[in-house]
T-cell receptor, first 115, second 117 residues
C-alpha cells in the first residue's frame, strides 16, 4: 500500500521559535496533501489542503501566517509553525491523496511540544 | 456542509465476540464516499474499510463489514471475531466525490473500542 512518512516524529521547542514538519509520500506522487491537528482524545481537525505548485487552502480559523505550508514537489509538503507558543502543542498529522482512487493515506504524525 | 455523528464515545467487547459501531451523516450530496479509519495507541491512522455511495452492496474486508443505509444516512461498522489488536479509536469519515477535484475528509468524533479477554 501507499506509504507516507513524517519527520520528525516528535519535537520539543522553546516558545517563540519556528518548527518545520515534513510530510513525504514515499512510493507515489501526491498533488494534494492535507494537514490535520489532533488534540488528546479528540478527532482530527483539518487545518489546510496543500496543493503542489500552488498556495495552500486554509480552513476557517487557521492562521495562514502562523502555519506556513509549502508543497514544492509531488512527494513533499512541509508545515512550519512560526513563533510557536505552548497552545500550539499538539499532534500534527499529514495525509496524501492518491489518484484516481481518491483515498487518503496518513503519516504517523508529529508530536509538537512547545515549552 | 457535511456532518458526521458517532454517538458512542466508548464501547467494550470481549475477544471473539462481535461489535457494531454506529455512524450517521448528513449531506445533500448524491455522490460520495464513506470510510472507517482505525487509530490504535500508536496514533497511526489506518483505513479499515471504504464504501462508495453509488454501490448498494455493503463493503466487506475480512472480519470488518459495513451496513450502509443510504436513505437513512447510516453507515455502521461490524467487527466480527474481535481481537485484542482491534483495540483502538475508530473514526467514521465522509468525503464527497467531485471529478477532478481533491476532496477533504469530514471526521466524526470517534468511538473508543476496548477489546477484553
Amino acid at each position: 500500500g501507499a506509504v507516507v512518512s513524517q519527520h520528525p516524529s516528535w519535537v520539543i521547542c522553546k516558545s517563540g521559535t519556528s518548527v518545520k514538519i515534513e510530510c513525504r509520500s514515499l512510493d507515489f506522487q501526491a498533488t494534494t496533501m492535507f494537514w490535520y491537528r489532533q488534540f488528546p482524545k479528540q478527532s482530527l481537525m483539518l487545518m489546510a489542503t496543500s496543493n503542489e505548485g500552488s498556495k495552500a487552502t486554509y480552513e476557517q480559523g487557521v492562521e495562514k501566517d502562523k502555519f506556513l505550508i509549502n508543497h514544492a514537489s509531488l512527494t513533499l509538503s512541509t508545515l512550519t509553525v512560526t513563533s510557536a507558543h505552548p497552545e500550539d502543542s499538539s499532534f500534527y498529522i499529514c495525509s496524501a491523496l492518491t489518484s484516481p482512487y481518491n483515498e487518503q493515506f496518513f503519516g504517523p504524525g508529529t508530536r509538537l511540544t512547545v515549552l | 456542509a457535511q456532518t458526521v455523528t458517532q454517538s458512542q464515545p466508548e464501547m467494550s467487547v470481549q475477544e471473539a465476540e462481535t461489535v457494531t459501531l454506529s455512524c450517521t451523516y448528513d449531506t445533500s450530496e448524491s455522490n460520495y464516499y464513506l470510510f472507517w479509519y482505525k487509530q490504535p495507541p500508536s496514533r497511526q491512522m489506518i483505513l479499515v474499510i471504504r464504501q462508495e455511495a453509488y454501490k448498494q452492496q455493503n463493503a466487506t474486508e475480512n472480519r470488518f463489514s459495513v451496513n450502509f443505509q443510504k436513505a437513512a444516512k447510516s453507515f455502521s461498522l461490524k467487527i466480527s471475531d474481535s481481537q485484542l489488536g482491534d483495540t483502538a479509536m475508530y473514526f467514521c469519515a465522509f468525503m464527497k466525490h467531485v471529478t477532478g477535484t481533491a476532496s477533504k475528509l469530514t471526521f466524526g468524533t470517534g468511538t473508543r473500542l476496548q477489546v477484553t479477554l
